[in-house]
C-alpha cells in the first residue's frame, strides 16, 4: 500500500484533463507558468495530459472551485476527449474535490495530490516510501474520495488485519477512517526509528564541516552533486528526480574535507504534508553549516523558484542559515539578462555549468575560504602505544598526513577546537587554531 493512483490499482488514469484559474489577485502568465509545471509533473505521473484549461475569476465558487458554467463545459470535454482524471493547479477543500467527482463523475485530484503520487512512484529507498505513505494518509483522513477507494477495498478486504473489522453501528466512512489512523500510527512509529538511526548518524557527523544542496527541482543539484564527489547518483530531467539524501566526503582546495548532501527538491506550493513527512530526510538542511543554493539560471521562472525555495527554507527554520547561491546551466543561456538582473540582487551568486564543469573550481575556492577557519591545523608527533589520539583525529577531525617513523606516527591534521586540549602534548608546533 504505497499509493493512492497505484499503478497496480485496476483502473489508473491515463487521459488528463488540467484546469488552472487565475484569482484576482494573480496574473494570467502566473497561471499559465504553473500549469505548465502542472503538465510537467502530471506527465512525470505517467498520465496523458489531453487538455489544459484556465478560468479567471475574482473569487473561487464554494461548491465547485470553478464556476458552474465550468463544470459543465468540463463535462462535455471529458465526454469527447475520454479524460479519466480532472487535475486542478489549486488545492481543492475534500468538499469541492467530492462535488467535482460526483458531477463529472470523473477522478479529481488537485495539485498537492498529483505531488504526492509522483513522489510515492519516485520512491526508492524505505525510508522515502514510508514518508511519502504518511504525508499520503494525512491527505487521505479528511477526504476519502474516489482516490480512496482501492485502498479502503485493501482495508475491508478479506484477511485484511484487525483494523477491517466494522465495529457496532460503525459507518464505512468512520471504518475506513479509523483504519487510516491506525496506519498512521504505525508509519510514524517506523519512522521514528528511521529518525533514531539517522540521529546516530549525524553525530558521527558532528564536527565535521556539513555542506547540503538546496533549490527547486530539476535545478541541478545530483548533476552538482555528481561532479563534484565523481559519485554518480540519479541526475535527469524529471521532477522530483531525488527523494533521498546522499552525502559524499569532498575534499576541498585548502585540504579540507567536507561532507556534501544531495537531497529531494522543492516545488512550488510543496505540500505541508510532505515537508512535514520528509522532516528527517530534510534534517541534513537544517543541520548543515552551509547551504549551496542551485538555481537554473536559464529558467524563465529562475527569480520565482529562488523565492519558492526561500519559502520551503522558511517553513523548515531554515532561512537565516549561512546560504551560497549558485547560478546554474550557464552553458544553456539563450539570453544573459536575466542572469544580469539576478546578479545585481544576489551579487555572490556564482556562474557555474555543472554538467560542463565550468565554475566548478572557483566554487571549490570559495568554499576553501570561507571553511579556512574550521578547526586548527596541526603536527602531532604520536607514540604507536597512544594510537585512540589518532582515532579521536579520524573520528572528529581531518587528517591531512601520515608518515609512519619507527616508534611513532606523524601526523598532519586539521581538528576542531575543543578536541586540542586531548591532542597538545603530542604537538610537535605551536598550536594555531586560528588556521
Ligand atoms: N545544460 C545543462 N543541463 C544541466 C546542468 N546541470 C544539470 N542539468 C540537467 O538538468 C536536469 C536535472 O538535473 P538534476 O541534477 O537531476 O536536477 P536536481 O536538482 O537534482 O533535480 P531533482 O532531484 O529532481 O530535484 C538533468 O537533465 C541534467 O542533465 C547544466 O549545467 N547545464
Ligand atoms: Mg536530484
Not at 488528463?16 to 509545471?37: F, K, N, P, W, Y
Not at 487521505?140 to 477507494?149: F, I, K, N, Q, S
Request: aromatic share 4%; proline share 4%.
Amino acid at each position: 500500500m504505497q499509493q493512492l493512483y497505484d499503478t497496480q490499482a485496476p483502473n489508473p488514469p491515463s487521459r488528463a484533463i488540467l484546469v488552472g484559474v487565475t484569482l484576482r489577485d494573480s496574473m494570467l502568465h502566473e497561471t499559465e507558468e504553473s500549469l505548465q509545471e502542472l503538465r510537467q509533473l502530471t506527465e512525470t505521473a505517467g498520465i496523458e495530459v489531453v487538455c489544459e484549461t484556465i478560468q479567471a475569476r475574482k473569487v473561487p465558487n464554494p461548491t465547485y472551485f470553478i464556476g458552474e458554467g465550468k463544470v459543465e463545459e468540463l463535462k462535455a470535454i471529458v465526454e469527447e476527449l475520454e479524460a479519466d482524471v480532472i487535475v486542478f493547479d489549486e488545492e481543492l477543500s475534500p468538499a469541492q474535490t467530492r462535488n467535482i467527482e460526483n458531477t463529472l463523475d470523473t477522478a479529481t485530484v488537485d495539485r498537492t495530490g498529483l505531488i504526492l503520487q509522483v513522489f510515492a512512484q519516485r520512491a526508492l529507498t524505505s525510508e522515502a516510501r514510508l514518508q511519502v505513505t504518511l504525508a499520503q494518509l494525512e491527505y487521505a483522513l479528511p477526504r476519502l474520495t474516489r482516490m480512496w477507494t482501492h485502498l479502503s477495498r485493501m482495508a475491508t478486504g478479506a484477511g485484511s488485519g484487525s483494523g477491517a473489522l466494522r465495529g457496532p453501528g460503525e459507518t464505512q466512512l468512520e471504518m475506513d477512517r479509523r483504519w487510516i489512523r491506525k496506519h498512521i500510527s504505525h508509519v510514524k512509529k517506523e519512522l521514528l526509528k528511521v529518525e533514531k538511526r539517522r540521529k546516530v548518524q549525524r553525530q558521527n557527523r558532528s564536527e565535521k564541516i556539513k555542506v547540503s544542496l538546496v533549490g527547486y527541482t530539476n535545478a541541478g543539484k545530483s548533476t552538482l552533486f555528481n561532479t563534484v564527489t565523481g559519485e554518480n547518483v540519479l541526475a535527469e530531467d524529471k521532477l522530483f528526480a531525488t527523494l533521498d539524501s546522499t552525502t559524499r566526503r569532498v575534499s576541498l582546495p585548502q585540504n579540507q574535507t567536507i561532507l556534501l548532501s544531495d537531497t529531494v527538491g522543492f516545488i512550488k506550493k510543496l505540500p505541508h504534508q510532505l515537508v512535514a513527512a520528509f522532516k528527517a530526510t530534510l534534517e541534513e538542511v537544517t543541520e548543515a553549516d552551509l547551504l549551496l543554493h542551485v538555481v537554473d539560471i536559464s529558467h524563465s521562472e529562475a527569480e520565482a523558484q529562488i523565492n519558492a525555495v526561500d519559502k520551503v527554507l522558511t517553513e523548515l527554520e531554515a532561512d537565516e542559515m549561512p546560504t551560497l547561491m549558485v547560478f546554474n546551466k550557464i552553458d544553456q543561456l539563450e539570453s544573459e539578462d536575466q542572469m544580469l538582473l539576478l546578479q545585481s540582487r544576489y551579487p555572490e551568486a556564482m556562474p557555474i555549468s555543472a554538467q560542463r564543469g565550468d565554475g566548478i573550481s572557483e566554487l571549490m575556492e570559495i568554499l576553501a575560504e570561507r571553511f579556512a577557519s574550521y578547526g586548527a591545523m596541526i603536527n602531532l608527533h604520536i607514540p604507536y602505544k597512544d594510537g585512540k589520539i589518532l582515532d579521536l583525529l579520524y573520528k572528529h577531525g581531518t587528517v591531512l598526513d601520515t608518515k609512519y617513523a619507527d616508534e611513532a606516527v606523524h601526523v598532519k591534521a586539521r581538528i576542531p577546537s575543543r578536541h586540542l586540549k586531548s591532542v597538545s602534548k603530542f604537538a610537535v608546533t605551536d598550536l594555531n587554531p586560528t588556521l
